[in-house]
């Protein structure tokens, strides 16, 4: 706004001015456009006279829309069509200018932040407006559509709805699918429901409109509940079309309202009197009144605040140009509001129904959903919300309590209560699920405990706790009794998705998919006291013993019976003569040592060449082979899955729980390994049982539970012992779902498995169950059984080498042993021969 005024003079209302641009569409008034400008000139010559005290008004008239802003303005008026008065909304826009429009109906209000937009309306055909006045305020925002119509409304009035609900504001349409049903007179209530029964949600969208007689509606309602097409996730709004002021009978849908329904009420309360007052003219008056009192309030208050400072304060100080834009706006929508009478006969109120959570609300007794006037609409300022259409899409249950029954079972949840029994701490996955579905859809939650005698009431969140607890496949029947009867919204546990429970309650969707596993013993390294053996089968060692003792005799064969050593005159004693000495030779050169002697025929070198070649790919083939037995441990066969756990049925045995899922699903299946599993189990025993313990760490007993629970078991005995003494299968089997329970007729089934899929997708829940499940230690490392580092030779890997030395050692004491013996015989039977005496 710009005031031209000296704060100094002694003539301030002289000297006070404010420029209005006035635009009156002469194409759009057509033969009533000189009614209309004289009619803005008397009122405007009124009000400078009467109303504007401390200032006065310049005025440019245009008689077109195409005009020239001028930097001097501080506010349009303008009386045009929808699509003019927008193009000038956002040619002046950017000028902060107080804009005043005057409109056709069906069109979008200018924003209310800016500027004051009023339709001209003809009385009783407000929806149109009505539906694009919610729409542009967002108060709904659907994509999808079904319209529901009777004969009470005509062709060219549900094209204008139509073209409401798609129109977001002028010149930008938002893409809606629209399903239109129109429902024909005299329809019997059975084909009323054959013709809603061919609705579906899915394809069609989940947002409804309809726009029926009083008793029509009602049936529509009823139909909508018993084919579930009302819902926590379904919208529904009603528009009454035959009501009126004197109408008071809209409470009767208040018995038709059921928990969890999202259901609006749209009713005409117009007031038919002579004395209402409307129609271009009262509009036109009201806004410049409206404006020319603000304006002077404004020029007062600037004026009385600059004559108390000095020009130099007053011009750091003054206020901006969009400060008093904003001050003129609220004060004229306050006078409107409260002395504006042009069209406010016309009225229509919107209800809601308040249907969440409300039969589990305690703090009022026999609690039913109720309606709830949460705004109405007038032509002049459109709608005037005190709270949303649809409360509980916008709020959810509106932070009601809602009563929960649970109990103790780690790591699902874990209680700690003090001594009067009342829960101090809620941890666990279900606990952090359950906070954020109550954050999520605005709730607070109060807990029942089943069977508390069933834990310690002292044990800490944080703490340790028995893993072998688990009444998941247990759940108190006081439990889900409670669930059943509604005395509780949910159960706040977790619980296996079973055949039995799915018919008598409803399941969430997983919270978890636990798979079975089982626990056994770390396979431990064999001896290596025969390692240096290692690198050959027996058979190959067979085969080359069989070489040694067989390639002796061949060579002295050949050796003995080779004509060289006749016709060269080479000696045939000693040496390789001896059948002894050949086999001693093909010894050491399969030690790669020689020996001292070579024949001299070639046949017998051909032959020894030829096994210096066997023993060259022999003794690299062991080498090689035995550094990698030093290398890498030789570790015994492992039982990583059920076949092997078969195979080795008769020095292993197995078991697992009792009553729990997998016995009923091993005990129903047809699987023929999963049979022998079943029929082969010995009693389970707890795992607590240190017999049983220390026969899982002796290889002799395998068990068979959710993987998470034997993970708890190999975390406690590593506390324990220090050891790695337990490893899991390799092979998962038989899925175990886990999920929370609910009433069997609830209808925030869908609701809750929203939230829940959408935790799922953000991997909150995962997180969640990471953080009590056993945090990775050493013993995780080694998943594969065998773990491959870099290996430093001990005694343990030589050990068999200094065995053979000692055999070697007894051997050669044997031999000499018969060596001094047969010396000793062969001494005496020399003494008794006489020896001729040569002299």
């Known amino acids: 706004m710009h005031f031209a005024y000296n704060p100094s003079s002694s003539d301030n209302v002289s000297l006070l001015f404010i420029f209005l641009a006035i635009v009156i569409d002469r194409e759009f008034l057509n033969e009533e456009y000189e009614d209309v400008k004289n009619e803005v000139d008397e009122y405007l010559t009124y009000a400078k006279r009467e109303i504007l005290k401390h200032g006065g008004v310049n005025v440019h008239p245009y008689s077109w829309t195409s005009i020239n802003v001028r930097k001097d303005l501080t506010a349009i008026f303008t009386i045009t069509n929808c699509y003019n008065t927008w193009r000038l909304y956002k040619l002046t826009n950017r000028e902060d200018l107080v ?60 094209t204008r709805v139509i073209k409401s609900v798609t129109q977001r504001k002028f010149g930008d349409s938002k893409a809606t699918g629209i399903s239109l049903m129109q429902l024909q007179p005299n329809m019997s209530r059975t084909e009323l429901k054959d013709v809603l029964s061919t609705i579906n949600p899915k394809v069609l969208g989940n947002n409804f409109l309809v726009i029926a007689s009083y008793y029509l509606a009602g049936s529509i309602m009823e139909y909508a509940k018993s084919l579930k097409l009302a819902s926590t996730t379904n919208q529904w709004m009603y528009i009454i079309s035959d009501t009126d002021n004197n109408f008071k009978e809209l409470d009767v849908f208040e018995n038709q309202l059921k928990e969890g329904d999202n259901i609006a009420f749209l009713n005409n309360a117009t007031l038919n009197s002579k004395q209402c007052q409307g129609g271009r003219k009262c509009h036109i008056e009201e806004l410049l009144k409206a404006f020319t009192r603000a304006l002077d309030q404004a020029i007062q208050d600037e004026f009385d605040t600059a004559s108390q400072v000095s020009e130099e304060e007053w011009e750091a100080i003054r206020p901006i140009k969009t400060e008093r834009r904003d001050y003129l706006l609220k004060s004229m929508k306050n006078y409107l509001f409260k002395n504006g009478v042009c069209d406010n006969c016309t009225r229509w109120e919107m209800k809601t129904g308040e249907t969440w959570g409300v039969e589990y609300d305690t703090l009022e007794q026999k609690a039913e959903p109720k309606m709830v006037q949460v705004g109405s609409w007038r032509p002049s300022d459109g709608p005037d919300m005190t709270d949303e259409l649809f409360l509980h899409i916008a709020h959810g249950f509106r932070g009601k309590t809602l009563p929960m029954i649970t109990f103790h079972n780690p790591p699902w949840q874990i209680l700690k209560l003090n001594g009067t029994g009342e829960v101090v701490e809620f941890g666990g996955l279900i606990p952090d699920i359950i906070k954020e579905l109550s954050k999520n859809l605005n709730f607070t939650f109060r807990l029942e405990i089943a069977n508390k005698t069933t834990f310690n009431s002292g044990a800490s969140i944080n703490g340790s706790y028995d893993v072998d607890t688990d009444l998941t496949n247990d759940v108190p029947k006081v439990l889900l009794e409670m669930i059943k009867n509604k005395t509780v919204a949910m159960g706040a546990c977790a619980v296996t998705v079973t055949e039995e429970l799915d018919k008598a309650l409803n399941f969430t969707m997983p919270i978890t998919i636990l798979s079975y596993t089982f626990l056994v013993a770390r396979p431990k390294e064999l001896s290596r006291a025969l390692l240096f053996i290692s690198p050959f089968t027996m058979d190959t060692w067979i085969c080359l013993a069989a070489a040694i003792v067989s390639m002796g005799p061949l060579l002295y064969f050949i050796h003995r019976h080779s004509p060289v050593y006749e016709y060269k005159g080479y000696p045939m004693k000693g040496g390789l003569a001896s059948i002894q000495n ?36 022999m003794s690299t083939t062991y080498c090689g082979n035995l550094v990698a037995f030093l290398t890498f441990p030789k570790i015994d066969i492992p039982i990583t899955t059920l076949d092997d756990l078969i195979a080795h049925k008769d020095t292993v045995s197995w078991s697992f729980r009792e009553g729990s899922f997998l016995e009923k699903e091993l005990m129903i299946s047809t699987e023929g390994r999963f049979k022998t599993i079943f029929d082969g189990r010995i009693k389970h025993v707890s795992t607590d049982n240190e017999g049983l313990i220390r026969s899982m760490e002796e290889g002799k007993h395998v068990y068979i539970d959710w993987k998470q629970k034997l993970q708890f078991i190999m975390k406690r005995q590593f506390l324990k012992t220090g050891r790695c003494d337990f490893v899991l299968a390799t092979e998962d089997f038989f899925d175990e779902k886990l999920a929370l329970l609910v009433a ?96």
Request: proline content about 5%; aromatic content about 12%.
């Open 99 to 158: 804009h005043m429009a005057i409109s056709d109906s069906d069109c979008p209000r200018l924003p209310s932040d800016t500027a004051i937009t009023i339709p001209l309306i003809t009385r009783g055909q407000e929806l149109p407006q009505i539906l694009l006045d919610l729409r542009g305020a967002n108060i709904y925002n659907w994509k999808t559509l079904v319209v529901i119509y009777d004969s009470t409304i005509h062709d060219d009035m549900i």
């Open 582 to 617: 050949c086999i001693w030779y093909m010894y050491g050169a399969l030690l790669q040592q020689g020996g001292m002697h070579l024949p001299y025929a070639d046949s017998a070198r051909i032959l020894v060449g030829g096994w210096w070649l066997v023993v060259l790919v």
């Open 744 to 839: 069997p007729d609830s209808p925030y089934l869908p609701k809750i498995n929203e939230e829940i899929k959408k935790l799922h997708q953000m991997g909150l829940i995962q997180k969640w169950l990471q953080d009590y499940l056993p945090k990775r230690d050493r013993c995780w490392k080694n998943r594969h059984l065998i773990e491959v580092n870099n290996h430093t030779v001990n005694l343990d890997d030589m050990q068999g080498s200094f065995f053979v030395l000692f055999l070697g050692f007894v051997f050669a004491l044997f031999l000499l042993l018969i060596e001094k013996l047969w010396h000793r015989q062969f001494s005496k039977q020399k003494k008794k021969i006489i020896q001729p005496f040569m002299a």
